[in-house]
């Protein structure tokens, strides 16, 4: 979508406008106190021009886009689910080879410590053992590697410096009255402003 010159040219006229006149108004008395009030409805006053502009380039966007998510949404969620319970079907099965190789790994450990086989034996036979950590297959492969993560095992030995506040629940709760330490409720003077 291109925007129309004559637009281009009003938006912008009307921005660096507001920005010219905000960097050079002085406020020393009651009259220059006035024409600042003025112009400050003003520079609001474009500003609602400015956005009520955009909304109306982008509202027709914002709409198809959300037709195509909402459109999608059901079929990306069912591949999701699918891929993670195929994905876990397979991580279990792989999980329960690895425990047989193991055990049968074991087994030829002890035969080695019992002086049954020789090392080179032992190590000929676990070769053929151990469980492969990449499926190849016509359409690509599918590997399996061990990766770190982490469990929360008790939430109240983690130290302090791991927690975020909730500023929205601290501001709501500060200014409902709740006392709560290391915070305290202000006062501070904002402009407010009604276009006529």
Same mark, same amino acid.
Do not use: C, H
């Given at each position: 979508? $291109?925007? @129309?010159? $004559? =637009?281009?040219?009003?938006?912008?006229?009307?921005? /660096?406008?507001?920005?010219?006149?905000?960097?050079?108004?002085?406020?020393?008395?009651?009259?220059?106190?006035?024409?600042?009030?003025?112009?400050?409805? !003003? =520079?609001?006053? @474009?500003?609602?021009?400015? @956005?009520?502009?955009? $909304?109306?380039?982008?509202?027709?966007?914002? +709409?198809?886009?959300?037709?195509?998510?909402?459109?999608? !949404?059901?079929?990306?969620?069912?591949?999701?689910?699918?891929?993670?319970?195929?994905?876990? %079907?397979?991580?279990?099965?792989?999980?329960? $080879?690895?425990? !047989?190789?193991? *055990?049968?790994? +074991?087994?030829?450990?002890?035969? #080695?410590? %019992?002086?049954?086989?020789?090392?080179?034996?032992?190590?000929?036979? *676990?070769?053929?053992?151990?469980?492969? %950590?990449?499926? /190849? =297959?016509?359409?690509?492969?599918?590997?399996?590697?061990?990766?770190?993560?982490?469990?929360?095992?008790?939430?109240?030995?983690?130290?302090?410096?791991?927690?975020?506040?909730?500023?929205?629940?601290?501001?709501?709760?500060?200014? +409902?009255? #709740?006392?709560?330490?290391? #915070?305290? =409720?202000?006062?501070?003077?904002?402009?407010?402003? %009604?276009?006529?």
């Amino acid at each position: 979508m $291109e925007i @129309a010159k $004559e =637009v281009q040219a009003l938006i912008k006229r009307q921005a /660096e406008g507001a920005d010219k006149v905000a960097k050079e108004i002085i406020i020393k008395n009651q009259n220059d106190f006035e024409k600042a009030s003025e112009l400050f409805l !003003k =520079v609001k006053q @474009a500003g609602k021009y400015i @956005a009520s502009e955009k $909304e109306k380039m982008t509202r027709g966007l914002l +709409d198809s886009l959300a037709n195509i998510r909402s459109f999608f !949404k059901p079929y990306e969620i069912m591949q999701s689910n699918a891929e993670k319970e195929v994905g876990s %079907k397979i991580l279990a099965y792989q999980l329960e $080879e690895e425990k !047989k190789s193991q *055990i049968k790994i +074991d087994a030829v450990v002890e035969k #080695v410590e %019992k002086g049954q086989i020789t090392f080179e034996q032992a190590n000929e036979k *676990i070769e053929t053992l151990e469980v492969a %950590k990449t499926v /190849e =297959v016509n359409t690509g492969a599918v590997q399996f590697k061990t990766v770190r993560d982490y469990e929360i095992i008790d939430e109240k030995l983690i130290p302090k410096k791991y927690w975020v506040l909730d500023l929205v629940k601290l501001r709501k709760d500060a200014l +409902d009255g #709740v006392e709560i330490p290391g #915070v305290k =409720v202000v006062e501070k003077k904002i402009i407010n402003s %009604k276009l006529n």
